[in-house]
């Protein structure tokens, strides 16, 4: 019953190339549904599609910290 708990309780999901194909369906959903997403990319491309009114609570990747 491990998927239940995907339902049950709010995540934080990194999705790694949440831009791509896959990910751009993926990542609307996870919002929708009450989790917190952080769509990882190696590229600036927009979204394959946006078409899911969730993908502005979808946040971007944090930058990786200065060194000192």
């Known amino acids: 019953m491990f998927f239940g708990f995907l339902f049950t309780h ?3 999901v990194a999705v790694l190339g949440g831009n791509g ?3 751009s369906y993926l ?3 996870l919002v929708a549904l009450g989790h917190t997403v952080v ?8 979204p394959y599609t946006k078409s899911a009114p ?3 609570k979808v946040l971007p990747p944090l ?5 000192s």
């Open 27 to 29: 990542c609307p959903k």
């Open 21 to 23: 194909e896959l990910g």
């Open 54 to 56: 969730e993908w502005h």
């Open 39 to 46: 769509a990882v990319n190696n590229d600036d491309l927009p």
């Open 63 to 67: 930058p990786p910290p200065r060194s």
């Open 10 to 12: 709010p995540l934080q």
